[in-house]
């Protein structure tokens, strides 16, 4: 009796000591699960104000072309302000001489059709347009043939003296649809390098406040090597449209040429045609 009263007592230790250790399993995990349900709350409520601060205070760039012409020193102004000089006289050039050699196109094919169907020489300059290359050129070579005298003009033949005036009125048309060419073959050589000293000269800041630091950290050397980089940018943007239209106006140039020294080609003809006749 007494070993089946100690056995029993000895079954109850036995349960409540298991007991204990399966309750305090069952309680530990409820204490993560309470501080993982604290932590989804707490960062519910702090995740709004993060898209608030991103949108109330947008970051600018210390290391653009408005901070360049803020901060920058005066060689970099100076470089700065040469190459957007050559920029917009490169483009002024462009347009202009795009604009002059369209109408010089537009003029041959006005001479070609209407010029040599009148009947006269007179009525074939007023057909021609005032202020206009062919109508100079046309002026010019009817001048030289009819006033030949003079002690020394004398000694040249006519023809060669009708020669000599039309290639000079050529010429002049031809320097004038050229001029600025010079500029933009100049813009086109030169403003690489002028960028590239504006980029020598960012390194050389750079270079100045790693020595002042004593350390190289990136905010010391960002601002100068930006600038560096804003400085070649911009000399290769001035001197790619030069080039390109340096080489356009060229072509175009040639075409619109031939087509006026076939017009002179074919007035000394005429003129010497007319005199024969006259003759």
Known sequence: MIS??????????????????AHAQDQKPAEPTAAASEAPAAATAEAPAAPAAVASAPA?????LGAMLEHGDAVSKTVLALMLIMSM??????????????KLANEAKEARSTFFKKSSLAEGVKSLKEDGAFRFIATTGIEASEHHEGALTENIDHSSWVTMNIDRAVGEVNTKVSAGLGFLATVGSTSPFIGLFGTVWGILHALT???????????KVAGPVGEALIMTAIGLGVAVPAV???????????????????????LHGVLMGNRAVKR
Do not use: C, E
């Open 4 to 21: 089946r009263i100690t056995g029993f007592l000895a079954a109850i230790a036995m349960a409540a000591t298991l007991a204990v250790p």
């Open 209 to 219: 406040n790693i020595g002042a630091a004593g350390q190289a950290s990136i905010d």
């Open 60 to 64: 600018d760039n210390p290391y653009g």
């Open 89 to 102: 006289g490169s483009w002024y050039i462009l347009i202009v001489r795009l604009w002059d050699t369209s």
């Open 244 to 266: 390109l239209g340096y080489n356009w106006l060229v072509n175009r140039n040639k075409g619109v040429m031939g087509q006026v020294r076939a017009f002179a080609a074919d």
